[in-house]
Each structure stands twice: as C-alpha cells, then as structure tokens.
C-alpha cells in the first residue's frame, strides 16, 4: 500500500472509473424503465383538460400505482388483490375493465350513450374510443372524452375507497359523469352549444354532430 497517494474514489459502472450523469442515466433507463418501443405516445383530445392526457398515457403504459404495479417496484403491500371486490389481483386492466365495480360503471355509460350493454375491451380500445357505432369525426371526439372521463371517475374513486373508505355505486358514478363530462366539454367545444337535458336523455344525437 503506498501511503503516499491520496484516498479516491472509484465508478465501477464507467470503465474510466469517473463518475458521470450520463453512466447513471443509462443504468436507470437499463434496468428501471421500458424500452421506448413498449412506451405509447400521448393521446391527445382537446375537449378535455390536459390532465386527462397525462392519466391517459399513465394508464396504457401501466404506470399508475396499482398494487400489482407498485408490486413490480420492489414495494412491500401486505395484498395484491382488488381492493374494491377482492376477487382478482389488482393490475391497470382490472381496476379499470375488469373489476364488478368498473364494468357496472361501463355498463351505466354505455346504456346512456346508446351503445347497447358494455362488452369486455382492451384498456386501449376503450381510451382511445373505438366505437363500432358510425360516428361523425366530432362524435368520435366527444365519445372519447366521454370515456376517458369514465375512466378518470374509475381512478379517482378507487382511490377515495382505499385511502378514505368512501363508498361508490354505479348509478352515483353515472351521474357525477355526465355532470363532469359536460361542463369539461362544454368548456372546450369551441363554436357549439351543448344543451343539458338533450345531454341527459339524447347524447347520441351529439355523436354525428
């Protein structure tokens, strides 16, 4: 040992043993992060707050915290189940499609649009509001804002029921949807008026707009 040189340190992640950001950067984007072809790009809808996108984005590419997700991330939970019904794990599909309280919320919205009874899609298909029903570009639009408003409600009150043990029930969410969606969009339709009781009772009229 030659007392003469001073202590240092050494980065054994950089072969010229010196610290870097960029080292660092690539180790986290290496192990902690996807590749950026598993990662979507944003969605946008102009009828909705901005905030929506980002939830968008956050659910398709799974990176909202649900138990299975947090799970992933090394985080301690004393359950992965549904903290709702209890009756399957909880990932990003389950809470938003899969789960009683969720499709019960589908099938609400989907009655009131006059799309018939809700049938099982990907997370996908439903924020990006396909639709086999023929609808005018316009329509498409508001029926998509529709659903991420839907699927915005979902969230939310998942997280009320876990963190504040507030009850939900899919007439109530129906309602609190079609208050939320139509103030947002009325909000962003730019040119158009929206009437509140053909909203109500005759919102398929909006869709070939």
Same mark, same amino acid.
């Given at each position: 040992?030659?007392?003469?040189?001073?202590?240092?340190?050494?980065? #054994?992640?950089?072969?010229?043993?010196?610290?870097?950001?960029?080292?660092?950067?690539?180790?986290?984007?290496? =192990?902690?992060?996807?590749? $950026? +072809?598993?990662?979507?790009?944003? $969605?946008?809808?102009?009828?909705? /707050?901005?905030?929506?996108?980002?939830?968008?984005?956050?659910?398709?590419?799974?990176?909202?915290?649900?138990?299975?997700?947090?799970?992933?991330?090394?985080?301690?939970? =004393?359950? #992965?189940?549904?903290?709702?019904?209890?009756?399957?794990?909880?990932?990003?599909? =389950?809470?938003?499609?899969?789960?009683? =309280?969720?499709?019960?919320?589908?099938?609400?919205?989907?009655?009131?649009?006059?799309?018939?009874?809700?049938?099982? $899609?990907?997370?996908?298909?439903?924020? &990006?509001?396909?639709?086999?029903?023929?609808?005018?570009?316009?329509?498409?639009?508001?029926?998509?804002?529709?659903?991420?408003?839907? +699927?915005?409600?979902?969230?939310?009150?998942?997280?009320?029921?876990?963190? &504040?043990?507030?009850?939900?029930?899919? /007439?109530?969410?129906?309602?609190?949807?079609?208050?939320?969606?139509?103030?947002?969009?009325?909000?962003?339709?730019?040119?158009?008026?929206?009437?509140?009781?053909?909203?109500?009772?005759?919102?398929?009229?909006?869709?070939?707009?």
């Amino acid at each position: 040992m030659d007392e003469s040189k001073a202590d240092s340190w050494t980065w #054994l992640l950089s072969s010229s043993g010196c610290f870097s950001v960029r080292s660092l950067s690539c180790l986290i984007e290496d =192990h902690g992060q996807p590749s $950026l +072809a598993t990662v979507e790009e944003t $969605l946008r809808n102009r009828l909705v /707050p901005k905030k929506l996108e980002v939830f968008v984005w956050r659910a398709i590419n799974k990176r909202l915290p649900v138990r299975c997700e947090l799970d992933k991330r090394g985080i301690n939970l =004393h359950s #992965l189940r549904c903290p709702l019904s209890d009756d399957d794990l909880e990932s990003v599909e =389950h809470f938003l499609i899969f789960c009683k =309280h969720a499709m019960d919320v589908w099938d609400q919205i989907y009655n009131w649009c006059g799309l018939g009874n809700f049938s099982n $899609l990907s997370i996908s298909e439903i924020l &990006r509001g396909n639709s086999s029903c023929r609808m005018s570009c316009i329509g498409k639009t508001v029926w998509q804002a529709i659903e991420w408003v839907g +699927a915005y409600y979902i969230w939310k009150n998942r997280n009320n029921k876990v963190f &504040r043990e507030k009850n939900w029930s899919a /007439p109530v969410a129906l309602s609190e949807i079609q208050l939320m969606s139509f103030e947002w969009i009325s909000n962003h339709m730019r040119g158009r008026k929206l009437d509140w009781l053909t909203w109500l009772t005759s919102l398929s009229s909006y869709f070939s707009l």
